[in-house]
Protein backbone atom coordinates (compact mmCIF):
# COMPACT_ATOMS: atom_id res chain seq x y z
CA UNK A 1 0.00 0.00 0.00
CA UNK A 2 1.24 3.46 -0.46
CA UNK A 3 -0.75 6.72 0.77
CA UNK A 4 -0.55 10.05 -0.25
CA UNK A 5 -0.66 13.23 0.77
CA UNK A 6 -1.01 16.52 -1.58
CA UNK A 7 -0.40 20.30 -0.55
CA UNK A 8 -0.05 23.29 -3.23
CA UNK A 9 -3.40 24.91 -4.85
CA UNK A 10 -4.75 27.66 -4.45
CA UNK A 11 -6.41 30.60 -6.55
CA UNK A 12 -3.97 31.91 -8.66
CA UNK A 13 -4.52 35.08 -11.56
CA UNK A 14 -3.60 34.50 -15.05
CA UNK A 15 -0.15 34.00 -15.75
CA UNK A 16 0.57 33.28 -11.78
CA UNK A 17 2.29 30.64 -10.56
CA UNK A 18 1.47 27.60 -8.66
CA UNK A 19 3.64 24.28 -7.00
CA UNK A 20 2.48 20.93 -6.18
CA UNK A 21 3.64 18.61 -4.26
CA UNK A 22 3.20 14.89 -3.42
CA UNK A 23 4.52 13.17 -0.90
CA UNK A 24 4.46 9.22 -0.55
CA UNK A 25 4.85 6.64 2.32
CA UNK A 26 4.30 3.13 3.00
CA UNK A 27 5.74 0.70 0.31
CA UNK A 28 7.45 3.53 -1.47
CA UNK A 29 10.56 1.15 -2.75
CA UNK A 30 7.46 -0.35 -5.10
CA UNK A 31 6.54 3.17 -6.57
CA UNK A 32 7.09 3.14 -10.43
CA UNK A 33 6.13 6.45 -11.40
CA UNK A 34 4.53 9.78 -9.59
CA UNK A 35 2.19 12.22 -11.49
CA UNK A 36 0.01 14.67 -11.90
CA UNK A 37 -3.89 14.25 -13.27
CA UNK A 38 -6.46 16.66 -13.22
CA UNK A 39 -9.98 17.04 -13.84
CA UNK A 40 -13.21 19.25 -14.30
CA UNK A 41 -17.02 18.62 -14.25
CA UNK A 42 -17.02 18.94 -17.69
CA UNK A 43 -14.06 16.87 -18.49
CA UNK A 44 -12.53 13.39 -17.74
CA UNK A 45 -9.37 13.05 -15.45
CA UNK A 46 -6.55 13.62 -17.75
CA UNK A 47 -2.66 12.89 -17.39
CA UNK A 48 -1.04 16.21 -17.26
CA UNK A 49 2.65 15.28 -15.81
CA UNK A 50 4.51 12.37 -14.98
CA UNK A 51 7.92 10.74 -13.86
CA UNK A 52 9.60 7.68 -14.11
CA UNK A 53 11.34 5.93 -11.66
CA UNK A 54 14.25 6.42 -14.07
CA UNK A 55 13.99 10.35 -14.10
CA UNK A 56 11.86 10.11 -17.57
CA UNK A 57 9.06 13.05 -17.92
CA UNK A 58 5.76 12.94 -19.92
CA UNK A 59 3.70 15.83 -20.28
CA UNK A 60 0.15 16.46 -21.87
CA UNK A 61 1.08 19.04 -24.77
CA UNK A 62 -1.20 21.62 -23.03
CA UNK A 63 1.64 22.45 -20.40
CA UNK A 64 4.49 21.84 -21.91
CA UNK A 65 6.54 25.04 -21.44
CA UNK A 66 4.82 25.79 -18.64
CA UNK A 67 4.78 23.53 -16.22
CA UNK A 68 7.87 21.45 -14.57
CA UNK A 69 7.78 17.76 -12.83
CA UNK A 70 10.26 16.94 -10.60
CA UNK A 71 10.91 14.02 -8.18
CA UNK A 72 12.78 13.54 -5.49
CA UNK A 73 14.21 10.48 -3.52
CA UNK A 74 13.76 9.19 0.06
CA UNK A 75 16.80 9.75 2.00
CA UNK A 76 19.94 7.12 1.52
CA UNK A 77 17.70 5.08 -0.71
CA UNK A 78 17.11 5.43 -4.58
CA UNK A 79 13.30 4.97 -4.07
CA UNK A 80 10.97 7.62 -5.54
CA UNK A 81 9.22 9.68 -2.66
CA UNK A 82 8.40 13.06 -3.54
CA UNK A 83 6.77 14.70 -7.03
CA UNK A 84 6.88 18.48 -7.45
CA UNK A 85 4.84 19.94 -10.00
CA UNK A 86 5.87 23.81 -10.61
CA UNK A 87 3.27 25.36 -12.75
CA UNK A 88 4.24 28.86 -14.89
CA UNK A 89 2.01 30.64 -16.56
CA UNK A 90 -1.31 29.50 -15.48
CA UNK A 91 -4.21 30.21 -17.96
CA UNK A 92 -8.00 29.46 -16.54
CA UNK A 93 -7.62 26.21 -18.55
CA UNK A 94 -5.50 24.98 -16.11
CA UNK A 95 -8.37 25.06 -13.76
CA UNK A 96 -9.25 21.84 -11.99
CA UNK A 97 -8.97 19.19 -9.31
CA UNK A 98 -5.26 17.74 -9.25
CA UNK A 99 -4.68 14.63 -8.04
CA UNK A 100 -0.82 13.03 -7.54
CA UNK A 101 -1.01 9.77 -8.97
CA UNK A 102 1.23 6.46 -7.90
CA UNK A 103 2.28 3.62 -10.48
CA UNK A 104 3.83 0.72 -8.74
CA UNK A 105 5.66 -2.32 -10.31
CA UNK A 106 2.99 -4.62 -8.28
CA UNK A 107 -0.19 -3.27 -6.83
CA UNK A 108 -1.82 -0.23 -7.13
CA UNK A 109 -2.34 2.74 -9.14
CA UNK A 110 -2.85 5.18 -5.97
CA UNK A 111 -4.74 8.37 -5.98
CA UNK A 112 -4.29 11.47 -3.58
CA UNK A 113 -7.25 13.08 -2.11
CA UNK A 114 -7.08 15.63 -4.99
CA UNK A 115 -6.06 19.67 -4.02
CA UNK A 116 -7.99 22.58 -6.32
CA UNK A 117 -6.29 25.08 -8.62
CA UNK A 118 -8.03 27.70 -9.76
CA UNK A 119 -6.76 30.05 -11.99
CA UNK A 120 -8.94 33.53 -12.22
CA UNK A 121 -8.82 37.14 -12.37
Known amino acids: QVQLVESGGGLVQPGGSLRLSCAAS????????MGWFRQTPAKQRELVAT????????????VQGRFTISGHRAKDTSFLQTVNLQMNNLKPEDTAVYYC??????????WGKGTEVTVSS
Open 51 to 62: ISHGGSTNYTDS
Open 101 to 110: HVDTWTTGPY
Open 26 to 33: GSIGNIYS
